[in-house]
Nanobody, 122 residues
């Protein structure tokens, strides 16, 4: 599975941004795709994930961050609202072969795309 994320940029606090991740290669409906982020000097952390068939979704901040996908376009999205300076990070798209019932840490993901930088100014 190859992943390519884009859509990052500079946004003011309180603003919104939508990230996209195009998946290619061997994808299946049971795959789980998600978003992680890494701020300078911090560990990579979970943001949101969903099963590719849409049957499961999970978000670390369901009020502000919404994950979705367009299966026809093989594209995963992350809608981020009410952004804060603390959301500044490199955002990564990632995938694994199946849904995870345990903790979503970066070590469980099998595939990674290059990150896209999100900068939230105060």
């Amino acid at each position: 599975v190859q992943l390519q994320a884009f859509g990052g940029g500079l946004v003011q606090a309180g603003g919104s941004l939508r990230l996209s991740c195009v998946a290619s290669g061997r994808t299946s409906s049971n795959n789980a795709l998600g978003w992680f982020r890494q701020a300078p000097g911090k560990e990579r952390e979970f943001v949101a994930a969903m099963r590719w068939n849409g049957s499961r979704k999970l978000s670390a901040d369901p009020v502000r961050f919404t994950i979705s996908r367009d299966s026809a376009k093989n594209t995963l999205y992350l809608q981020m609202n009410s952004l804060k300076p603390d959301d500044t990070a490199v955002y990564y798209c990632a995938a694994r072969s199946s849904w995870n019932a345990g903790a979503w840490t970066h070590s469980i993901m099998h595939y990674w795309g290059k990150g896209t930088l999100v900068t939230v100014s105060s």
